[in-house]
T-cell receptor, first 116, second 113 residues
Framework: GAVVSQHPSRVICKSGTSVKIECRSL??????MFWYRQFPKKSLMLMAT?????????EQGVEKDKFLINHASLTLSTLTVTSAHPEDSSFYIC????????????FGDGTRLSIL | QQQVKQSPQSLIVQKGGIPIINCAYE??????FPWYQQFPGKGPALLIA?????SEKKEGRFTISFNKSAKQFSLHIMDSQPGDSATYFC????????????FGEGTQLTVNP
């Protein structure tokens, strides 16, 4: 089946550091990738949608300068949390879709980000 | 109109029981309804999905029932096992994988031995 790989699975860093999270579709071309944030015991909250080769579309209330998204190829999207602070600590999850096809989205295993 | 309402928030059953999780939606543009299973520290995994052209879909021990007129759909887990203990999310979207999913709030299922 389709596989989406997310890396790193866990990162702990100091406040003020920028952290990059990678999301790769391993066996299909992902024309669209989604980035979610999930708080403990809560549902997934969509942060942004990125289409390959174009700027990401951010959800209301998500700071685009804080959460930089790049989708430069059909198999890779990155989320960079810039100048991270403790309130940015969360579980970040990506998913990948094939665009206008009848195939479901597939999710990565998430990245646990802890800012000290 | 974009919300998907999911209930119950948590559910405890005995092994062999049949937990049922319900979801309701408002947006008539939704025509794809997947269920995801999530274990702690992992991303959601697609469990089963249904389109509105059928009222029921079964895959192994998992069954989706769909009521288009009521805009409701539910997940039934037959012969539940302790390994089924996880958080389950329903979702809805228009039918393309490029469309954003609208998730329910999640149901934490515990299956006791």
């Amino acid at each position: 089946g389709a596989v989406v790989s997310q890396h790193p699975s866990r990162v702990i860093c100091k406040s003020g550091t920028s952290v990059k999270i990678e999301c790769r579709s391993l066996d299909f071309q992902a024309t669209t990738m989604f980035w979610y944030r999930q708080f403990p015991k809560k549902s997934l909250m969509l942060m942004a949608t990125s289409n390959e080769g174009s700027k990401a579309t951010y959800e209301q209330g998500v700071e685009k300068d804080k959460f930089l998204i790049n989708h430069a190829s059909l198999t890779l999207s990155t989320l960079t949390v810039t100048s991270a602070h403790p309130e940015d600590s969360s579980f970040y999850i990506c998913s990948a879709g094939r665009g206008q096809t009848n195939q479901p989205q597939h999710f990565g295993d998430g990245t646990r980000l802890s800012i000290l | 109109q974009q919300q998907v309402k999911q209930s119950p928030q948590s559910l405890i059953v005995q092994k062999g029981g049949i937990p049922i999780i319900n979801c309701a939606y408002e947006n008539t543009a939704f025509d794809y309804f997947p269920w995801y299973q999530q274990f702690p520290g992992k991303g959601p995994a697609l469990l089963i999905a249904i389109r509105p052209d059928v009222s029921e879909k079964k895959e192994g021990r998992f069954t989706i029932s769909f009521n288009k007129s009521a805009k409701q759909f539910s997940l039934h887990i037959m012969d539940s096992q302790p390994g089924d203990s996880a958080t389950y999310f329903c979702a809805a979207s228009p039918w393309t994988s490029g469309s954003r999913l609208t998730f329910g709030e999640g149901t934490q299922l515990t299956v006791n031995p």
